[in-house]
C-alpha cells in the first residue's frame, strides 16, 4: 500500500492535534476473581488487565527465595483487529510485548516483601488501533495498585513520533504504521525514570528531546485517569 498522507489542513487524519491524546477513560476493579484489575478505553482501544498474587509459584523450580518473581502475559484477542482477524495469539511480536512490559513492572513492585512467591500480569487487548503496548502498561499500573501490592509508583506509557517534520503524541495505528519513527515510552513519574522506550523508525537528538517533553506535558493526563480510576473506586461514601 502507498504511504497515506498523515497531516491534512496542518490537521491529523482524526482531527486532533499534534499534542492532542485521545480520549482516555479507566476503570478500576471490575474482575472480582483478580486481586486488582483495570479497564481501558484509549481512542479505539480497548484493554483489560488482571493482576493475581503474590501466590505459589509453578512450577515450583521457577521460586526465587530472595523475592517475587513476575510473569505477564500480554495478548491480542483474535477479534481485535480487523487486520489480523482470527490469527492473533501467541507470536513473536507478544512475546516481546510481555517480555518488556514485565520488565516495567519488575521495576516498580517491591518484590524482595514476597520471596518464593509470582505475581502474575494479564493484559487483554480486545479491540486495537495503535499504542496497545502503551495502553496495557497504562492500564496494568492501575490494576497493579488496586491489587495492594505494594509499589514503588504507578508507571504511564504513551506511544508517539515523527510524521515528515512534525512531532506528534499518542498514534493510532495508522500513524504507527506509516510514520518516520515511533517511539513507545513507559515512565515511573514519581521515580522520574524511563522504564520502557522502543523505537521503530529514525529521529534526531534534538528531535527526541522535544518529544521527551512532549510526552511530559500530556503526562498529567494520563496519571490524572489512573488517580481518578483509584479514586472512583475507593472513595468513601458520605
Ligand atoms: O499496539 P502497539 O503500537 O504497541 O504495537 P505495534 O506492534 O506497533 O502495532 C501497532 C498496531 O497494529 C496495533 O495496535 C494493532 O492495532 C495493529 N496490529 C494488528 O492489528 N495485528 C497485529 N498482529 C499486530 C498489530
Same mark, same amino acid.
Given at each position: 500500500?502507498?504511504?497515506?498522507?498523515?497531516?491534512?489542513?496542518?490537521?491529523?487524519?482524526?482531527?486532533?492535534?499534534?499534542?492532542?491524546?485521545?480520549?482516555?477513560?479507566?476503570?478500576?476493579?471490575?474482575?472480582?476473581?483478580?486481586?486488582?484489575?483495570?479497564?481501558?478505553?484509549?481512542?479505539?482501544?480497548?484493554?483489560?488487565?488482571?493482576?493475581?498474587?503474590?501466590?505459589?509459584?509453578?512450577?515450583?523450580?521457577?521460586?526465587?527465595?530472595?523475592?517475587?518473581?513476575?510473569?505477564?502475559?500480554?495478548?491480542?484477542?483474535?477479534?481485535?483487529?480487523?487486520?489480523?482477524?482470527?490469527?492473533?495469539?501467541?507470536?513473536?511480536?507478544?512475546?516481546?510485548?510481555? #517480555?518488556? $512490559? *514485565? /520488565?516495567? =513492572?519488575?521495576?516498580?513492585?517491591?518484590?524482595?516483601?514476597?520471596? +518464593?512467591?509470582? !505475581?502474575?500480569?494479564?493484559?487483554?487487548?480486545?479491540?486495537?488501533?495503535?499504542?496497545?503496548?502503551?495502553?496495557?502498561?497504562?492500564?496494568?499500573?492501575?490494576?497493579?495498585?488496586?491489587?495492594?501490592?505494594?509499589?514503588?509508583?504507578?508507571?504511564?506509557?504513551?506511544?508517539?513520533?515523527?510524521?515528515?517534520?512534525?512531532?506528534?503524541?499518542?498514534?493510532?495505528?495508522?500513524?504507527?504504521?506509516?510514520?518516520?519513527?515511533?517511539?513507545?515510552?513507559?515512565?515511573?513519574?514519581?521515580?522520574?525514570?524511563?522504564?520502557?522506550?522502543?523505537?521503530?523508525? #529514525?529521529? $534526531? *537528538? /534534538?528531535? =527526541?528531546?522535544?518529544?521527551?517533553?512532549?510526552?511530559?506535558?500530556? +503526562?498529567?493526563? !494520563?496519571?490524572?485517569?489512573?488517580?481518578?480510576?483509584?479514586?472512583?473506586?475507593?472513595?468513601?461514601?458520605?
Amino acid at each position: 500500500m502507498q504511504k497515506p498522507e498523515l497531516i491534512k489542513d496542518g490537521k491529523r487524519l482524526d482531527g486532533r492535534d499534534f499534542e492532542e491524546l485521545r480520549p482516555l477513560k479507566i476503570v478500576a476493579g471490575i474482575i472480582k476473581n483478580a486481586t486488582g484489575s483495570a479497564y481501558l478505553e484509549w481512542g479505539n482501544n480497548k484493554v483489560l488487565a488482571a493482576v493475581y498474587g503474590p501466590k505459589e509459584v509453578l512450577p515450583k523450580h521457577l521460586a526465587d527465595p530472595e523475592k517475587a518473581i513476575v510473569k505477564c502475559r500480554y495478548a491480542m484477542a483474535p477479534f481485535s483487529s480487523l487486520e489480523e482477524h482470527g490469527r492473533a495469539g501467541p507470536n513473536r511480536r507478544a512475546t516481546e510485548i510481555s #517480555k518488556v $512490559t *514485565k /520488565e516495567v =513492572f519488575e521495576n516498580l513492585i517491591m518484590l524482595e516483601k514476597f520471596p +518464593s512467591t509470582e !505475581i502474575d500480569i494479564f493484559i487483554e487487548i480486545l479491540q486495537s488501533d495503535g499504542g496497545t503496548r502503551s495502553a496495557g502498561i497504562t492500564a496494568a499500573g492501575v490494576a497493579l495498585a488496586d491489587s495492594g501490592i505494594p509499589i514503588r509508583d504507578i508507571p504511564f506509557a504513551v506511544a508517539g513520533g515523527k510524521i515528515g517534520d512534525k512531532l506528534a503524541i499518542d498514534f493510532n495505528k495508522i500513524e504507527d504504521n506509516y510514520s518516520d519513527a515511533d517511539i513507545p515510552i513507559a515512565i515511573s513519574p514519581n521515580l522520574d525514570r524511563v522504564l520502557l522506550l522502543q523505537m521503530d523508525g #529514525k529521529m $534526531t *537528538k /534534538e528531535e =527526541f528531546s522535544r518529544y521527551l517533553d512532549m510526552v511530559e506535558r500530556v +503526562s498529567k493526563q !494520563i496519571i490524572s485517569a489512573q488517580k481518578n480510576a483509584l479514586l472512583e473506586k475507593y472513595k468513601v461514601n458520605g
